[in-house]
């Protein structure tokens, strides 16, 4: 069955691949899944046709056959547990493996999302320039945290999962702070992850749509 | 094999059901199984034996004979994928269930956890009251939006699940506010979850434990 996800006609990123569709390209690469996309505009997102879809007017959503999901790390574990490559076959490896997808998106990206707001939302704000290192540093204590675990390990928890595709998208939404940088193990941990065949192509997609070379949607 | 689970030795809202082991404890409720819970202090939380549990320093966390998890989301799920009751059958009900306990923490979670972080962390500073209605209409616009798709339904999608249990423990944390009495059918829907005997049955254990009255740990 054909799988169709969703993603930004145009993302604010202008395709730096920070957008969570880049999430759901790269583990449908990862495990060899052909998939199409559908083009969303900002004025669609908010439209019934695609509130349908995601009740809370986001990307990317997945539809195959009369299955629709919303929900990147949903999605992500859909694709992980009907085909192989992201999740390890012991019981507790993978139940190590979800962890670390729960982890990435409910404890290290939100006050990642929170910095993001701070900067694009509150930009304009009187308290913007002095609240900012307050929250940079909430995000400075949860990478930290993260790199004590990381050490000098290749991946979270022995061979790459989805809990490390999940790991290092969310991480790169911290490099353009500089944060990131100053963990050079965690900076090495998402150079890895760029580093694999499968992000590759999922980037160059989400970038040649993002700059109308998209011969899909 | 026994289930030990960690709570805080005393949580911070005094027995309110708001700190995390509530949801794992709900679940084990749910599904019948019975637990043990190792009460930790503040400051057991950050020494090197809880975070070799949990690297984040963070509770609740779930032993099994040899398997150590972390991460609620990742810890219900667990249970939910083991034992009757949290997940439906159907695989595409079951795969919609999952999106709702992403969705919970993923994108209705956080915009709440920056209203407690501005309320308590941030409480202090100049820009505290100016900025508190700005982090209360995102997480209106969360639970609009939300609250447009439960509609009239009883749970989320079909009977009741892990994505409901996740939510309606999210959500509790927005009634101190007051916003969750703005949308009368999340208010009821949460009602609805309490009502369970099994949330019953959490929220007297974890009331006991934080008056002084728990027998277990």
Known sequence: MTIIITAFE??????????????????????????????????????????ALHPFGLIPTYEEGDLALFETGS????????????????????????????????????????????????????WSQERLPLVEDRVRNRLGQLSVRLGKADWLDGAFSAGDLMMVSVLLRTRPSGILNEFP????????????????????????????KALTG
């Open 10 to 51: 145009r993302s604010p990123d202008g395709g730096k691949g920070l957008a969570r569709d880049t999430r759901v390209r790269w583990a449908l690469e990862e495990v060899g899944q052909p998939y199409e996309v559908r083009p969303v505009s900002f004025r669609e997102k908010k439209e019934p046709a695609h509130l």
């Open 75 to 126: 999605i992500v574990f859909h694709i992980a547990e009907r085909h192989a490559g992201l999740l390890p076959g012991d019981a507790n490896a993978r139940a190590r493996a979800i962890t670390w997808m729960f982890a990435a998106l409910n404890t290290v990206e939100p006050p990642i999302l929170e910095l993001s707001i701070a900067k694009i939302l509150e930009s304009d704000k009187s």
């Open 185 to 212: 193990n965690l900076a090495a941990y998402v150079a890895r992850g760029e580093a694999r065949p499968a992000y590759k192509r999922a980037f160059d997609a989400q970038l040649a749509q993002n700059t109308g």
